[in-house]
């Protein structure tokens, strides 16, 4: 009986082993990321870059060269890289120059992210339809902060509710008056991942959304360079793009 067992045994762990799925690491694609200086009058760009894993270090870039690097996403897709640009004159920026989204990926034709420092901006290379489109303007380091307006334009001078926050700061619950609004200034990290929501009610609806994601398509749609503001109306919650010069209608109430 003993030996019965056994064999059994024996035969259990054969056919486990052979069926058995193989399991091998998923190839993962190869990125190369450029940062050049195409700055006028021979300035020198000051360059720090680094991920979440890796420090990339300190570069000063003289005009006409670059400062690149290649790797591999990992295995989640969630390498992001990131960097603080300066010009002589302290005006600086940081900013994304990969990360996991389709759009962005498809201008660096799932290869090559090409960023180029000018004295307006940051530009991006648009690889498939061989275009350079402006991401971000090089702002002042002391004026480098952005600025968020919630604008009370409920008729029948109706109140409104807002309590707005980020992951370490809460500003609290404010009641506006019909015309009024309440404004706050702040500094975006070094790894843009600042995130502000808001939750906005009144007698006929209520609206919790973001107010700023640092996401390209984001600020593009419903924000301006430095600024967002929303202007809550009856119908819903609308933002002006500074894109069409008006506002557009970005959020439905929800009813109480």
Known sequence: MSSLRLNLVAVIVVLALAIRPSVSPIPTKTWHVHVVNN???NQT???HCKSKDDDLGEHKLTTGTESNWKFKENFF???LFWCHLRKPDNF???FKVFWNEDFFQFRCRYKDCIWTAKDEGIYLKNIPEGLAACQAPIANSLLNHFTEHVINNLNNSSTLEAHCKSKDDDLGLRRLAAGTEFNWTFRVNFWSTTLFFCDLR?????????VYCPDDQFLAKKCAYNFCRWSARDDGIYAFSEKKNHYVLAHKWDPK
């Open 39 to 41: 700055l006028s009058n």
């Open 202 to 210: 009144w007698a006929n609806g209520h609206k919790a959304f973001d």
């Open 45 to 47: 760009l000051f360059l």
């Open 92 to 94: 600086c920026n940081n």
């Open 77 to 79: 897709q969630t390498t």
